[in-house]
């Protein structure tokens, strides 16, 4: 039997549990990525299923531990409520019977979460599977993309955290076929075995009380609309009201109408509340229009009983709820995204949303920006990989390789310039969608063989599905500083990046000209300080050797 426990405070009581779903969740996440950084790529070494089991295994005996307390405070304070006084001495038998079977529930749940949640990784961390599951096809990416880019597994690990965030750790699939975190499926069934508790606490307050009725709350859903009002039979024995498990529904349809065979609610993180009936005071028109009211037979749960005005009430609550969870989420996405450019609170966020329209804009487009910078950025590995490997079949050398992305701050400086820092979303769009050095990268060669380099690497590109933008063959181009070619290429997914041909010589002097062409660029052309910045880098570039056949490279 439960300790006796004294009636708690008004404080959320399932607030520790919330707390440790969130907590295992994160610790799973976190040991997943771990594993991963660690460079496995053997996906039972990868999810560490030993490890996940045992954090698992921790939730459960913390909720073993937690649970039957929880229920009998709640069972204490809502039945104290019911009988009118402070302190509840202990609980009757029945009392005991449903915190215990309360308890049992709420623990298979968390345990067959569980059960599920390790389930799921193993069958998403497994190479050896038939099917492809979305975890394991991009964690796989992920590893030989990075490897092939020649990053260490840290980086890899990172690159999959969004996507373990986006998925989650299935928990439960319910009817509908959606997917239940583990943390959100755990919250939902310990609100629900709460508000259940509640509901038994006032059921079972008076053993020799049949009758309850299941008040209206206004505004209510359609499933609990046609419910509510009604007056029902606790013991299914009253002829002139309907039992109460037509209404809460029974766990077992062929089983009895008491209220261990009951789900106590009439379906997950309902509202509504009991109050006891009573005949006493009413009158015997009073008491048959209640009795006619109750009946299913006599009125229908099929018929909606709600006003157009609390239909329009209800909708109107729906989608607040709606906008508010969407406002979260992309909160939530805004501060992983922009961090400190994005205000700290939920609450500033949408006071800014909604009051300063302004700022807002702003917002919107630094996000817009710098989201598009980390899906480039997200595609570079591949890249990377596919021109390492050229550059090792063709012997060709690539140079700067660490220098291939340009900065965030460079791309944003860029685009708020070639946008003329317009906030509109087309625009910003647009502007993106040509700029093609934020992926770049060097191959060098000597000045005789540079030319067949060229056309050497690049067909290879082309055998790759990369397909060739633009090029601009600048050794032909006398009054211009830089010596170089410069292509843009496409992946096939429509990616641009640049690539780069030189000479070790052309190569050694634009790295050294880079300070001086980056003040200039910024100049009006017609200063005397962008006159001397030009002649200077003129000057530095005189005498280059040109590399032969360089007039066969044609500006495309």
Same mark, same amino acid.
């Given at each position: ?19 440790? *779903?969130?907590?295992?969740?994160? @610790? ?47 069972? $204490? ?79 890899? =690990? ?42 038994? =606490? ?30 029902? %039979? ?13 209404? *809460? ?13 009951? $789900? ?30 109750? %009946? *299913? ?16 009430? $209800? ?30 609170? *939920? ?43 050229? %550059? ?47 992926? @770049? $990268? ?91 910045? @030009? ?5 530095? %570039? ?15």
């Amino acid at each position: 039997m439960p300790n006796l426990i004294r009636p708690p405070d008004n404080k959320d009581r399932s607030a520790f549990l919330r707390m440790l *779903f969130l907590r295992t969740e994160q @610790r799973l996440l976190a040991e997943i990525r771990r594993k991963r950084a660690q460079g496995y790529v053997d996906y039972a070494e990868v999810a560490a299923l030993k490890r996940t089991q045992k954090i698992l295994q921790e939730m459960v005996d913390e909720s073993w531990n937690y649970v039957p307390a929880m229920i009998e405070k709640v069972f $204490y304070h809502s039945d104290a409520a019911a009988r009118g006084y402070a302190n509840a001495a202990g609980l009757t038998i029945t009392q005991t019977s449903v915190v215990e079977q309360l308890a049992n529930n709420l623990l298979g749940d968390i345990i067959e979460a569980a059960e599920t949640a390790q389930k799921s990784i193993e069958e998403g961390f497994q190479v050896g599977r038939r099917e492809a599951g979305s975890l394991r096809e991009a964690a796989l990416k992920s590893i030989a993309e990075e490897k092939a880019a020649g990053y260490g597994p840290g980086k890899a =690990a990172k690159t999959m955290e969004g996507k373990l965030q986006q998925e989650g750790i299935t928990a439960f699939v319910d009817k509908t076929g959606r997917k239940w975190s583990l943390q959100d499926y755990c919250n939902m069934t310990t609100r629900t075995t709460v508000r259940q508790a509640e509901v038994a =606490a006032i059921l079972t307050a008076d053993p020799d009380h049949d009758l309850y009725k299941i008040v209206k709350i206004g505004s209510t859903c359609p499933i609990c609309a046609p419910l509510e009002g009604r007056v029902y %039979s606790r013991s299914g024995a009253d002829p002139d009201y309907p039992a109460l498990t037509k209404a *809460f529904g029974k766990m077992d349809p062929s089983g009895s109408d008491d209220l261990t065979n009951t $789900y106590l609610n009439i379906h997950p993180n309902c509202l509504h509340a009991l109050v006891k009936y009573t005949t006493i005071g009413k009158t015997e028109k009073q008491i048959q229009k209640d009795k006619d009211f109750s %009946s *299913f037979e006599k009125n229908p749960i099929t018929v909606d009983p709600r006003t157009k005005k609390q239909i329009a009430a $209800y909708k109107e609550k729906v989608k607040n709820r709606q906008q508010l969870l969407s406002d979260y989420k992309q909160y939530e996405r805004y501060r992983e995204v922009c961090g400190e450019d994005v205000p700290k609170t *939920f609450e500033s966020f949408r006071d800014m949303k909604y009051n300063e329209a302004g700022k807002w804009k702003q917002t919107q487009a630094v996000y817009r920006k710098t989201n598009a910078y980390n899906r480039i950025i997200a595609k570079e590995p591949a890249i990377t990989g596919d021109l390492r490997a050229i %550059s090792e079949k063709t012997g060709v050398k690539m140079a700067g390789l660490e220098h291939r992305l340009k900065t965030k701050e460079s791309f944003l400086r860029k685009v708020n310039a070639d946008s003329g820092n317009s906030l509109e979303a087309e625009t910003i769009r647009d502007t993106i969608s040509v700029t093609g050095d934020v992926i @770049r $990268y060097t191959y060098t060669d000597n000045p005789v063989s540079l030319v067949g380099s060229y056309k050497e690497i690049t067909r290879a590109m082309l055998e790759k599905g990369y397909e060739p933008v633009k090029v601009k063959n600048f050794w032909t181009n006398k009054g211009n500083p830089y010596n170089g070619i410069n292509c843009t290429f496409k992946t096939p997914e429509g990616q641009r990046f640049e690539v780069q041909f030189h000479t070790p010589e052309s190569y050694s002097i634009k790295d050294g000209m880079h300070k001086d062409y980056e003040a200039w660029r910024v100049l009006d052309p017609a200063s005397d300080k962008a006159r001397a910045l @030009r002649k200077k880098m003129m000057e530095q %570039s005189q005498g280059m050797e040109i590399p032969a056949y360089i007039e066969e490279v044609k500006n495309q």
